[in-house]
């Protein structure tokens, strides 16, 4: 079963559009579980290897291929073209 998870802290602009994106592709595909990871202090942000708000990682990976970063703290991230569309989405997740 593929996990796929979200990772975010309270307050975060993108969250829901990011949680969206992985209900929808989880009601195309059952068999996906969904984690929602929120994060909030240092401890939990160098324990998950926190990429910053939101992060979608598909069976622990980063769905954008980024690595975890070498200095850790809770901020937004920013995604230079937005987050993806669903079409878009579901490619990514189908290439990891």
Do not use: W
């Amino acid at each position: 079963m593929p996990k796929i998870e979200v990772q975010y802290f309270e307050g975060c602009l993108h969250v829901a559009q990011a949680v969206q994106l992985v209900e929808r592709y989880r009601e195309e595909f059952h068999n996906v579980e969904l984690i929602l990871t929120q994060v909030e202090s240092d401890y939990e942000v160098a324990r998950v290897g926190f990429r910053d708000s939101p992060t979608i990682l598909v069976n622990g990976k980063d769905l954008f291929g980024d690595p975890i970063p070498d200095e850790l703290h809770l901020a937004c991230r920013f995604y230079p073209n937005g987050l993806p569309d669903y079409e878009q989405f579901n490619r990514m997740v189908m290439n990891l």
